[in-house]
């Protein structure tokens, strides 16, 4: 059973870069075909897919957000990281890792706030 989970600050000053880990148990983030999401859910919004790393490290990002975005891995410590930079209050959410393989596999989220 894979099970993912965000560890981050829940609070970032504006303008400043949102950084936030997601560690994966129960599974390889180099098994291939696997593809490792960042998602967000705004208070009161729909959720939002903002990228994602490949099995092979290969990076996909949200047209709306890949100039501030960035994903990476460590596969050492098989966690893959997202950055969010130059954050707006507007980037306040809860902030999810994920998993497709056959079935759908959720980090519980983490609060970011965006807040002076």
């Known amino acids: 059973q894979v099970q993912l989970q965000e560890s981050g600050p829940g609070l970032v000053k504006p303008s400043q870069t949102l950084s936030l880990t997601c560690t994966v148990s129960?599974?390889?983030?180099?098994?291939?075909?696997?593809?490792w999401r960042w998602i967000r859910q705004p208070p009161g919004k729909g959720l939002e897919w903002m990228g994602a790393?490949?099995?092979?490290?290969?990076?996909y990002y949200s047209p709306s957000l890949k100039s501030r975005t960035s994903i990476s891995r460590d596969t050492s410590k098989n966690q893959f990281t997202l950055q969010l930079s130059s954050v707006t209050p507007e980037d306040t959410a809860v902030y999810y890792c994920?998993?497709?393989?056959?079935?759908?596999?959720w980090g519980k989220g983490t609060l970011v706030t965006v807040s002076s």
């Open positions: 994920k998993l497709y393989a056959g079935t759908d596999y």
């Open positions: 129960g599974g390889s983030i180099t098994t291939n075909y696997y593809y």
């Open positions: 790393i490949a099995y092979s490290g290969s990076t």
